[in-house]
């Protein structure tokens, strides 16, 4: 299939792109990778009246690191993470989730920030940065706010970005030295949709266990509730199989993290 009829805008710098989505009404939408939009727009599941494309802006493309932690700008891709060409945490763990986002030529295109607005539930960065306690940064005509991508997500490809508001953004905080990561995820072949999903996150007694594939926003467990028997009572709706699925995922992951 072709997608429905849309202009195309290509600002030149993002305080463009803020102008140009007060403008636009909620017909507009932002194009980056283009990884997950473009096949919405070919099976005509979006059909908006205006993309704006942002993925040329070096304002949205930078990467650095302080004393207090990373912030990576929207359009960074999930290729330049996995290859070492950004601030990293804690010996490289996001270079090691975003090798495993689907295949290299969709990580050449895709983007940190385009992956959070598109909030697949089975999506990598989503059950992540949950994880991290990552902050996302939105623009608009309205000026700047802030919040954690737990609260970002609200729902099954649905996010609390509001008309006119675009993502230009993401703060990750370091973690507390004594800080282990553990991710893991469950797919029928490499590259391929997650069925089951967990990353933790452990530093002495602070405890953060997201699970993720659940068909809607990640749940996030923290303190005592960050274990096996905290997911599994959490998880007592799901059938067997997809119980059984994420319990060997949380298991993974906290085994990873040290718990």
Same mark, same amino acid.
């Given at each position: ?72 700008? %929207?359009?960074?891709?999930? +290729? /330049?993470?996995? *290859? &070492?060409? =950004?601030?990293? $945490?804690?010996? #490289?763990? @996001? ?98 949709? %997650?069925?089951?999903?967990? +990353? /933790?996150?452990? *530093? &002495?007694? =602070?405890?953060? $266990?997201?699970? #993720?594939? @659940? ?45």
């Amino acid at each position: 299939m072709k997608p429905a009829p849309f202009d195309l805008a290509r600002p030149a710098t993002l305080a463009d792109v803020v102008a140009t989505l007060a403008e636009g009404g909620p017909e507009v939408r932002v194009l980056a990778g283009g990884q997950s939009l473009g096949p919405m727009l070919n099976l005509r599941v979006a059909q908006p009246r205006l993309l704006v494309q942002v993925n040329h802006l070096s304002e949205l493309a930078g990467a650095a690191a302080d004393k207090d932690g990373l912030t990576l700008g %929207a359009c960074v891709t999930h +290729a /330049a993470i996995a *290859a &070492g060409r =950004t601030p990293d $945490l804690m010996g #490289g763990v @996001l270079a090691r989730v975003a090798v495993g986002i689907a295949y290299h030529a969709v990580r050449t295109r895709g983007t940190i920030g385009g992956s959070l607005c598109h909030a697949d539930p089975a999506a990598d960065w989503v059950c992540t940065l949950s994880a991290l306690d990552a902050e996302v940064e939105l623009q608009s005509a309205a000026g700047v706010r802030r919040m954690t991508v737990a609260a970002f997500i609200t729902g099954a490809f649905a996010t609390a970005l509001m008309p006119g508001e675009i993502l230009t953004a993401l703060r990750i905080r370091h973690p507390l030295p004594n800080a282990v990561f553990g991710y893991a995820k469950a797919c029928r072949k490499p590259g391929d949709f %997650a069925h089951a999903m967990a +990353a /933790a996150l452990i *530093a &002495g007694s =602070t405890r953060r $266990l997201v699970v #993720g594939a @659940l068909g809607g926003r990640p749940l996030v467990l923290s303190g005592a509730e960050a274990s096996i028997d905290g997911a599994v009572a959490a998880l007592a709706d799901l059938d067997a199989v997809e119980r059984q699925m994420q319990r060997a995922v949380v298991r993974r992951a906290l085994a990873q993290a040290g718990a």
